[in-house]
């Protein structure tokens, strides 16, 4: 495994091969307190960007090529229609991922603010969140006091400890949002163009089915590669799973389209 994805990568790989080995190694003592205190341990795992884009624009544009495919005979207005909304979906993705994933950071600023505040302002009412908190973890007696106390010792700790474990919040790098927003739209580009490629080389109702069938086989594969990626297990299922609600998502425009044939 390459030195340079994270600790979390590293063991996710390891228990999806069974890979006793490697698990061992990134649970290493040494390898544990520099992930942890670095705050290195948190993932670098892209997949959910990469389906939310692709997924999206692959169904999206499919759906509306089949309808205009199926209202007329004249592969330019297909094309035309296709590109339109694949560029046109891929700046909207983009769009919202930026901005979804500012309102993100901003929502956890302003509650951080917040609980600092009341730390601050109501320490005794906070205190009794930590105990709460702890209680429900199992915590009793002269240990449960040992802990409060040695967590509200510290604002810094105290504060970290509210927001992690009270509000189940993580801060938001504003520095990855834009890279975030790029590869969403990246993603939706490329997932939008699979369905419309047949359509450049081939009549409309041989294209039709050539793009069906890519489009089905793409969705399978993310399926499948996102099981894979993520559970090492129902590779199939899921990869069914996906291409069948894919296919149902996008056979909605194909039937609209059919509607107003001219």
Do not use: C
Request: proline share 2%; aromatic share 8%; glycine share 6%.
């Amino acid at each position: 495994m390459s030195n340079q994805k994270s600790r979390a990568d590293r063991a996710r790989h390891a228990y999806l091969s069974r890979d006793k080995k490697s698990a061992n190694e990134v649970h290493q003592k040494k390898i544990i307190h520099k992930s942890i205190h670095k705050e290195e341990h948190k993932t670098s795992f892209n997949l959910p960007e990469i389906i939310l884009g692709g997924q999206d624009g692959l169904v999206n544009v499919l759906g509306i090529i089949l309808g205009v495919a199926a209202a007329t005979s004249d592969v330019k207005i297909v094309i035309v229609a296709g590109l339109s909304a694949a560029f046109a979906e891929s700046v909207s993705m983009a769009a919202v991922a930026y901005t979804s994933k500012l309102a993100e950071a901003d929502y956890y600023q302003s509650e951080y603010e917040r609980e600092k505040w009341e730390i601050e302002n109501m320490p005794v009412g906070e205190r009794e969140e930590i105990k709460a908190l702890y209680e429900n973890y199992g915590f009793s007696g002269r240990t449960l006091d040992e802990i409060i106390d040695r967590i509200t010792a510290d604002k810094k700790v105290w504060l970290k400890v509210m927001m992690e474990q009270e509000l189940k919040l993580e801060p938001v790098d504003r520095k990855s949002v834009l890279s975030t927003a790029i590869l969403v739209g990246f993603s939706a580009i490329v997932g939008s163009l699979i369905p419309l490629m047949a359509f450049f080389f081939l009549p409309i109702k041989t294209a039709t089915y050539i793009s069906l069938l890519l489009t089905s086989l793409t969705l399978f594969f993310v399926g499948y590669y996102k099981a894979k990626t993520t559970l090492g297990r129902n590779l199939l299922i899921q990869g069914i799973e996906m291409m069948i609600i894919g296919m149902i998502s996008a056979l909605v425009g194909y039937l609209v389209g059919s509607l107003f044939e001219i």
